[in-house]
T-cell receptor, first 115, second 112 residues
Framework: EPEVTQTPSHQVTQMGQEVILRCVPI?????FYWYRQILGQKVEFLVS????????KSEIFDDQFSVERPDGSNFTLKIRSTKLEDSAMYFC?????????????FGAGTRLSVL | EDQVTQSPEALRLQEGESSSLNCSYT??????LFWYRQDPGKGPEFLFT???AGEEKEKERLKATLTKKESFLHITAPKPEDSATYLC?????????????FGRGTSLIVHP
């Protein structure tokens, strides 16, 4: 069964460092997303991406964040200068369509620990 | 502001003891209500999507229902492997935005 894969599973970084989280969405999907989940809290939307452009972003997704689809298979989330409060699970998701009724499929996540 | 509230926060059941989880929502223009299962340290795994009041979906021991204000996830004769956190998310057509809103989840533990 096709799945969304994320690497690494765990990333440890020092405050102020740049990190890149990587995702390989399901191959025939056209819409890509990043979410985060701080330990013990709810899943929060960060950004959606379609046709090489950001479709929507939340207030969390500030200038420290960027997304890119560098090739035909990868989708990345970059955090330029990490803060302690960026520590969280980051989930990538993908979907065939982009309407409100479309099912999004999630990866297993990358746990980011900022020290 | 759109709100999604799940209850209870935690639920402990004995194997075979049926129960229901609740997801109440206040959104305008619901486009979809989604149930996910999340195991510790894993990503949400899609279970069901419901689009309109009165709709029901079933999968093994799980059945999801939807009204205009809430959704229930009914678990019939649960087994220990049903232990997980169950997440509800809604997507609404709000000014052209489809940003989903998640609830905090219900943590279910099924004891053998």
């Amino acid at each position: 069964e096709p799945e969304v894969t994320q690497t690494p599973s765990h990333q440890v970084t020092q405050m102020g460092q740049e990190v890149i989280l990587r995702c390989v969405p399901i191959s025939n999907h056209l819409y890509f997303y990043w979410y985060r989940q701080i330990l013990g809290q709810k899943v929060e939307f960060l950004v959606s991406f379609y046709n090489n452009e950001i479709s929507e972003k939340s207030e969390i997704f500030d200038d420290q964040f960027s997304v890119e689809r560098p090739d035909g298979s990868n989708f990345t989330l970059k955090i330029r200068s990490t803060k302690l409060e960026d520590s969280a699970m980051y989930f990538c998701a993908s979907s065939e369509g982009g309407t409100g009724s479309t099912i999004q499929y999630f990866g297993a996540g990358t746990r980011l620990s900022v020290l | 502001e759109d709100q999604v509230t799940q209850s209870p926060e935690a639920l402990r059941l004995q194997e075979g003891e049926s129960s229901s989880l609740n997801c109440s929502y206040t959104v305008s223009g619901l486009r979809g209500l989604f149930w996910y299962r999340q195991d510790p340290g894993k990503g949400p795994e899609f279970l069901f999507t419901l689009y309109s009041a009165g709709e029901e979906k079933e999968k093994e021991r799980l059945k999801a229902t939807l009204t205009k204000k809430e959704s229930f996830l009914h678990i019939t004769a649960p087994k220990p492997e049903d232990s997980a956190t169950y997440l509800c998310a809604v997507r609404a057509a709000s000014g052209g935005s489809y940003i989903p809103t998640f609830g905090r989840g219900t943590s279910l533990i099924v004891h053998p």
